[in-house]
């Protein structure tokens, strides 16, 4: 397996993204060489991709805007579906939460995935027509994913993988395992993923938490 190179500005595009870096990793290059530092692991890989193409750091620009001009936070029952979601003080808070239990009839509301990958579209794109009927219709829309967002729960996704293995029963403490074969995929080249061949391919590594 190839091991992840430092960055450097000779390093191709092509090369960053091969390989895994962790938020704080990225914030801290992205300081560094004075980009922006808030916003997704997706926004901060992009201008890092800016940076390594070519493109001067004074050019590179925050994709979704700060507003520092931002209302205070609605309540419950100030929120309707006609809310707008910028400027207006909506938030995905306890507030929001509140709402959509009662929208939806349920005790407990949990936010998903879709309403935040609207929300960031909305912002990024400054939609001052959108409102929170619209993060209500994204939940029924299965095309609206965030495909770059997706590498932040590579950990996550490898972790549910590894434990579905009946292999893995034979160590002890199996998450220390997963953590040694994460490490192994992580700075390389390969997908992102986990196989039980690596397992077999590293066991040397894993061989003194056997049972």
């Given amino acids: 397996m190839a091991t992840r190179p430092p960055f450097d500005l000779k390093m191709t595009r092509t090369t960053f993204q091969r390989f895994y870096w962790y938020k704080t ?3 801290q290059l992205c300081r560094q060489y004075q980009l922006p530092t808030t916003g997704t692991k997706a926004e901060l890989t992009q201008y890092l991709g800016q940076l390594l193409d070519g493109q001067a750091a004074t050019q590179i620009k925050q994709i979704r805007p700060v507003h520092r001009t931002a209302k205070a936070s609605l309540t419950a029952d100030q929120i309707t579906v006609e809310t707008k979601l910028l400027a207006s003080g909506f938030k995905l ?4 939460r509140t ?22 579209a909305v912002e990024r794109d400054h939609d001052t027509t959108a409102t929170v009927a619209d993060l209500i219709a994204a939940l029924a829309d299965p095309t609206v994913i965030e495909p770059a967002t997706e590498q932040t729960y590579q950990w996550n996704n490898f972790v549910k993988d590894f434990y579905r293995d009946s292999a893995v029963r034979q ?20 997908k992102k993923v986990y196989q039980h061949q690596l397992l077999l391919d590293h066991a040397a590594l894993i061989v003194g938490y056997l049972k």
Avoid: C
């Avoid at 808070?93 to 929001?96: G, I, P, S």
């Avoid at 407990?108 to 960031?120: E, I, T, W």
């Fill in 93 to 96: 808070n306890q507030a929001a």
């Fill in 25 to 27: 990793e990225l914030q």
């Fill in 171 to 190: 160590y002890r403490d199996p998450l220390k395992v997963a953590a040694i074969l994460w490490q192994t995929v992580r700075d390389s080249e390969h």
């Fill in 99 to 120: 709402f959509f239990a009662s929208y939806f009839g349920v005790e407990k509301f949990v936010f998903r995935k879709a309403m935040g990958v609207k929300m960031r």
